[in-house]
């Protein structure tokens, strides 16, 4: 049974025409799209190839989703075109070489670890992802003179607890430098939880209903933000044209009760599943947060998009460097903490 987005959210998707608002900008574009085979990555190229006149490269390590994004786009999945190639954003090498070969306009980066329990355990491999792979397609970009640049944030960026979150806020913070530095197209987007995307808590919780398995939650009151996929990928490429601000936050409508939705979904899907509280995650919050209660936020000239500009409490974020392979997973958490510290994003 499918399930309705508008029917367990309680929400409809934002009826803004973003064909009328992109198609001028994305004329004759080189789009080069990190973490495409990902959930908002395919829906953001799936979005693009709908364009004439501009041009795609969909990467990611991951061969099998690059099959699946292919298949979808263009109905082969022989890979007999050039608009996927695997890339890992880990390789410094590949990503200069191919960012050098394809000469891009435009960088969407969409490649992340995300999954927040996950990454609690192996700090490390959200650094060497997370971190050093933004570093990695910034510079690239920075190289060969690529114009715009968007990065794919999380809520989880916002007073981050989590390393995912905290991984992500310095992923922010990177493409801020790169801003400072004159780059004013360089810009990152934060948004909430996508709706019964791969992985998603709305996929966990309907596969345990329809196992009839007790849906597990972590806290009675835990409160998330959703959007629908479609929305996110349409509202973030968007704000790659719009480059209003340090950080662009899509209005997502209030944070909804996960308990309500496990509710809505018994409902939905029939079963006999009750609720089974696990107790709060290491890192998670009970209510995320789209920005800090220090932050200004801004409206930009298109609704459901506003945008913040950073203030750490200087005139400009030094240059720094970045390029270490931390040696353990303890090494990464530190370099994390001690980064957040120095550009006071989080107290």
Known sequence: MKISYETIIGRSESEIDVNSLLERDLYGQRILVTGA??????????????????????????????????????????????????????????????????????????????????????????????????????????????????????????????????SKAIAEILTKIQR???????????????????????????????????VTLTHPEVKRFFMKIEEAANLSLVSLVLAKGDVHILDMGPPIKLSHIVERLIETLGGNSTIEIVGLRQGEKLEEELWSSSDTIFDSPVK??????????????????????????????DLMNELLKDYQLVL
């Open 180 to 214: 400072q530095k004159g780059m004013g197209n360089y810009t990152s987007v934060r948004f909430g939880n996508v709706f019964n995307s791969r992985g998603s808590v709305i996929e966990t919780f309907a596969k345990q209903i329809e196992l009839n398995l007790p």
């Open 37 to 166: 085979g990902g959930s908002i990555g395919s829906k953001i190229v799936s979005k693009l190839a709908t364009f004439s006149n501009l041009e795609i490269l969909a990467t990611d390590r991951d061969e099998n989703r690059l099959h699946s994004l292919s298949l979808e786009v263009l109905g082969t999945a022989l890979f007999l075109s050039s608009q996927f190639k695997v890339l890992d954003v880990r390789d410094q090498t590949g990503v200069f070489e191919l960012v050098k070969s394809f000469q891009p306009t435009m960088v969407i980066h969409a490649a992340a670890l995300k999954h927040l329990a996950i990454l609690e355990k192996q700090p490390r491999e959200a650094y060497l992802t997370n971190v050093i792979g933004t570093f990695n397609v910034l510079h690239a970009a920075e190289k060969f003179r690529v114009k715009s640049f968007l990065n794919i944030s999380t809520d989880k960026a916002a007073n981050p607890t989590s390393i995912l979150g905290k």
């Open 304 to 333: 459901g998009i506003r945008f913040l500009n950073f203030n750490n409490g200087k005139n400009q974020f030094p240059q720094i460097d970045l390029i270490k392979n931390p040696s353990s997973d303890e090494a990464a958490k």
